[in-house]
């Protein structure tokens, strides 16, 4: 994992904001009076019961609506910082401020082959050569499913994603559970291999990505895995969506109010369950739909940056997607769209940025791709370091010595600092005849050729024979539920 970390701003690193203060001030209070005027409907009896006891209104059977002061009470209570820990318990991703880390994506229902070029439906093999690679790549920072295994029971998927992460690599762990049972399960595995319930609270490996139906709309799945998290007092990802236009606003404050209110509900609801409970934000909300496709946008600039903004304003961790692509292919497209959101979501100061990796509007995966994210963020972790201004790097000293006819190749001071700058691994840097000697490959093939070299040389740090039977013991468990 890179020493350098994004926005850790202790040379005064680069950032911005797209809101004002006052602009976040305006949708914070415009998501208060959505809760209290027009409420949310919840479609969980546990859920329902923890905001009446603590005064909010319950109409229409389920229709709850919140009271602003439930809302400042559980900013009060909530962790303004998450640290997520690797298998050894080695606390590697700190959530806090505008410091970031990057990850790939989950349950992309295809993947991109990097063999063959051909795009197929995803099995569990391409997600365990996946993992494998997320375990190698120095700038990917925590591991999330990527694919959609189709050669495996459709009803449990998600508990041989969670066997295959735990497995495969030491890193910290993004999950999604399709219920309650499968969040119970994904737990419990984590709990075996990193030593039981307490070791895994004081230290989590895991935390869990919770999909939300609508910011007005909570699914009795999303409340159960939240309420269910809260209790043990692990991280969760409480993400309400809104398709512009279409389940929100068309307008973007108007759609970000009402995802946001969907997320205070969330924070909430958690903090009813258990004051300290660790939640984290989106940063993202209000999705762009095309209008022209009916295709939900994942690199469109049109909301990009007001989740984040509202996430500082709040001061709490927040969840980013950059590094995804709309195009089909590993091409200029591709990169591009990589780069540009990658950026954006990094001087946004948003925390746990994921999707690398990810093309066709989040229904394709490439491992390729995610090797060319994984040098963007490089590049970008050492923009976002700054600058050290002082004596040895003036080397005023040395510039007198040298004077006006010397060069510097040379110097010993060349010699101490020229590892300082920046190396690519698979973009092109070589004069035009080395390249072509080379076979004068593209990106997306020297991208390919970076994951076969991987995949022939990486052999990730195995579970102890027990825990792995105790992991298999779970998801047989699971089939036999099923059948």
Known sequence: MADIRSNDASFGSAQFGLLSPQQCEKLHNASLEIL????????????????????????????????????????????????????????????????????????????????????????????????????????????????MPSDVNPMIPDRYQMEAMLSHTTKPIIFVAYDLAGCMDAVEMAEAVVGGPEALRQNPLVACYINVTTGLLHNKEALQKLLYLADKGLPALYIPVASNGVTGPVTPAGSMAMVNAGVLTGLVLSQLKREGAPFIVPGWGGDPLDMRTLVESYCSPDVRGMAQELAHYYNLPAFGLAGASESKTVDGQA??????????????????????????????????????????VDWIEHFMAGFEINDETLALDLIDEVGPDGQYLGTQHTRDHFREHWYPQVFERDIYDNWLARGGQSLAERATERVDEILATHKPEPLPEDVTRRLREIVHRAEAQVQ
């Open 335 to 376: 990169g591009a769209e990589a780069a540009l959101t990658l950026l954006v979501d990094t001087l946004s100061g948003a925390n746990l940025i994921h999707d690398l990796g990810y093309l066709e509007s989040g229904l394709t995966f490439s491992l390729a791709q995610l090797v060319i994210c994984n040098e963007i």
């Open 36 to 147: 209290e005027r027009t409420g949310v409907r919840l479609f969980e009896p546990q859920a329902m019961e923890l905001l009446k006891k603590a005064g909010a209104f319950v109409s229409d059977g389920n229709r709850v609506r919140i009271p602003s002061g439930l809302v400042e009470k559980a900013l009060n209570t909530v962790p303004k910082r998450v640290v997520l820990c690797n298998r050894q318990g080695k606390r590697v991703i700190f959530l806090e401020n505008r410091r970031s880390f990057y990850g790939p994506g989950s349950d992309c229902l295809h993947v991109l082959d990097h063999r063959t070029g051909a795009r197929r439906r995803a099995v569990l093999k391409d997600m365990v050569e996946g993992v494998t690679l997320c375990d190698a790549l120095p700038h990917v920072d925590f591991v999330m499913s990527m694919f």
